[in-house]
């Protein structure tokens, strides 16, 4: 009993462990995939970017055992993901799972899920990624408010490129919203005081902030 009762304790740390070193993400070309991934659905080409193919279903199965951002800080998470960046330099990101809908929300759209990361290497990097039917979107920003995209662009093959490089982008944006006189009070100075705030929210906004 004692020697069966080791045995799948060994088993359990090896597949923690197994889970924690595999690769999700596999470099791929253009040239070495012979068709144009950037023709449906108008995708648009960056000047400068990297083609990842990623395992979805294994992906998924692993970030859904990530701890909840309520019971878990994101820096003292030791749940590690892999991340391809425009470089091809793949970086681990400690993850939370970090619900954005509300209860009611989320069991009438099931199967929606988002999560929140820092960089091991780095801390200032933060990484918000969902995952879905869709498949996985996730932006990373750092203190220079440098973005980096990872999107899907046709079944596993999916797209890595800095914000700025995106420079087809319309630039003509006019903002018509009326300013409106906030008459609510100074409010705190430092609001990063360390606790966890939920709050209701309804917003539109550009592909950084959305996830």
């Not at 069966?4 to 088993?11: D, P, R, V």
């Not at 090896?14 to 924690?20: C, K, L």
């Not at 993901?81 to 799972?97: H, L, Q």
């Not at 009611?104 to 990361?117: K, N």
Request: glycine share 6%.
């Amino acid at each position: 009993m004692r020697n069966f009762t080791l045995f799948l304790i060994s088993l359990l740390v090896f597949s923690s462990v197994f889970g924690q070193n595999q690769r999700f993400w596999t470099p791929v070309t253009e040239s070495g995939l012979g068709y144009d991934v950037f023709a449906a659905g108008n995708a648009r080409r960056p000047d400068n970017f990297k083609l990842f193919r990623l395992q979805e279903s294994a992906f998924k199965q692993f970030v859904s055992q990530a701890p909840l951002e309520a019971n878990q800080r994101v820096a003292q998470s030791n749940f590690l993901v892999e991340f391809p960046m425009p470089s091809g330099e793949i970086k681990k990101f400690r993850v939370v799972n970090a619900p954005v809908m509300a209860p009611e929300l989320a069991a009438r759209y099931p199967g929606i899920y988002s999560f929140a990361g820092q960089g091991v290497d780095n801390p200032e990097d933060n990484i918000r990624f969902d995952v879905s039917i869709h498949g996985v979107h996730a932006t990373v920003l750092n203190r220079n408010n440098e973005a980096v995209y990872i999107d899907q662009l046709q079944g596993d093959i999916y797209r890595v490129a800095n914000r700025r490089d995106y420079t087809d982008a319309p630039v003509d944006f006019e903002c018509l919203t009326e300013d409106i006189i906030n008459n609510a009070g100074n409010g705190p100075e430092n609001a990063d005081d360390g606790i966890l705030r939920t709050y209701r929210l309804a917003m539109i906004s550009g592909a950084e902030f959305s996830l």
